[in-house]
Structure formats: structure tokens, C-alpha cells
């Protein structure tokens, strides 16, 4: 079975400041991996990156990375020159690759709010 | 590029009514996920299908079931509704099976229950 943690209810950064969303996580699969989505007010869910449990690594996508510490159980994602844009809720999730279930397994977010 | 296309976007019901949510996943893509995501809550997941057939299952109410056909897209029917039934309904489809890394996510069917 897989959990996400994510202690953080909402956040505060103002625009162009770097900030970071904490996620840990908990698992029993020995490969797995772990996922953030955007989820703005209009409600779809946007992928945002991508960390497998094997990656030596952290992940990069543009103006988003992901401070993967395997020790700690942690995926945290860091924005980098907040925008305007970025306010919207950020869930991290987890897949397990133990067996023939596919689903991700979600936290229960952050609301992050950018100030200009 | 497609993305993963889901019918209606939104979708007025009364209680102890049906309702049928539709998914069509990006072509070739073989597995498609459904998601429910109640009033501020995160997703939880319903039910997966792999190449037509039922892969995993989760917190689906027994009102509800679910198919893949041949196209390969996806209906999930409610029936039996219920207020607490008023959510966000995600799609999700990937390709190569449960065990593969991405999924698409659709933009949602908007579920509310009077």
C-alpha cells in the first residue's frame, strides 16, 4: 500500500520567489514512482513532473523540480520564480510498481497562493 | 497532440437518478483510470482498465460499474444517485499497460446531484 503526505494546507509566496511544496510518502513497493499536478481553479489536472524511485537524478521541468531525498521519503517540489499563474492546488501522488495496480495514490494537497 | 476527451462536461442530475460519464483516451493509449474527486477533497481512485478488461478497483460504489469496449473508450454508470455523488469525475489513459509511468488526465465531468 502507498500513503502521501502533505502537511502543508496552503502556502503564501510572493511572485518571483522560489518556494517549496513538502511531500513524503510511504510505501512498501521497492520500485514506484512519484508525480505532482496543478490543479487550478477551473479544475483540470495538469502533470507537472515526474520522479522514479531508481532515478539518480532529481527531475527537472523548466521552472519546476523535485528535491528527491529516498532516505527521508521525501518528493518535494520547488517552484522557481513564482508566477501569477502558479496559484492553483498541488498534489503530490504515488504509483507502486509491485503489482498489476496502475492507480496513483494522491495527498491532500496544497493550496499554493502567489501575492504580486 | 489529442489529449484525453470526456462527455459531459457537465452534468445536472436528481437524486436516485442515472447518470453514464464517458472517456475517450488518447489514440493507442490502452488503459484508462477513473478518478471521483469530491468538494475539496483529492482523488480517489474508482476503477482501471486494461486492453477491455477490468485491471484494479477501488473505492467504487457497487451503484456504480464501469466498461472498456472495443474502441477503447470508457462509460462509467451511476446509478441510484446520490448527493454525496456530486463530484469532480477524472479520466485518465496510458499506454502499455497498469504498470507504465504517465497519465493523461481528461478535464473532468462536473457531477452535480440535487
Known amino acids: 500500500a502507498q500513503k502521501i503526505t502533505q502537511t502543508q494546507p496552503g502556502m503564501f509566496v510572493q511572485e518571483k520567489e522560489a518556494v517549496t511544496l513538502d511531500c513524503t510518502y510511504d510505501?512498501?513497493?521497492?520500485?514506484?514512482?512519484l508525480f505532482w499536478y496543478k490543479q487550478p481553479s477551473s479544475g483540470e489536472m495538469i502533470f507537472l513532473i515526474y520522479q522514479g524511485s531508481y532515478d539518480q537524478q532529481n527531475a527537472t521541468e523548466g521552472r519546476y523540480s523535485l528535491n528527491f531525498q529516498k532516505a527521508r521519503k521525501s518528493a518535494n517540489l520547488v517552484i522557481s520564480a513564482s508566477q501569477l499563474g502558479d496559484s492553483a492546488m498541488y498534489f503530490c501522488a504515488i504509483k507502486g510498481y509491485g503489482g498489476s495496480q496502475g492507480n496513483l495514490i494522491f495527498g491532500k494537497g496544497t493550496k499554493l497562493s502567489v501575492k504580486p | 497532440a489529442a489529449g484525453v476527451i470526456q462527455s459531459p462536461r457537465h452534468l445536472i442530475k436528481e437524486k436516485r437518478e442515472t447518470a453514464t460519464l464517458k472517456c475517450y483516451p488518447i489514440?493507442?493509449?490502452?488503459?484508462v483510470y477513473w478518478y471521483q474527486q469530491g468538494p475539496g477533497q483529492d482523488p480517489q481512485f474508482l476503477i482501471s482498465?486494461?486492453?477491455?478488461?477490468?485491471?484494479d478497483k477501488g473505492s467504487i460504489p457497487d451503484r456504480f460499474s464501469a466498461q472498456q469496449f472495443s474502441d477503447y473508450h470508457s462509460e462509467l454508470n451511476m446509478s441510484s444517485l446520490e448527493l454525496g455523488d456530486s463530484a469532480l469525475y477524472f479520466c485518465a489513459s496510458s499506454s502499455g499497460g497498469p504498470g507504465n509511468n504517465e497519465q493523461f488526465f481528461g478535464p473532468g465531468t462536473r457531477l452535480t446531484v440535487l
Open positions: 510505501t512498501s513497493d521497492p520500485s514506484y514512482g
Open positions: 489514440p493507442r493509449h490502452d488503459t
Open positions: 482498465f486494461y486492453e477491455k478488461m477490468q485491471s
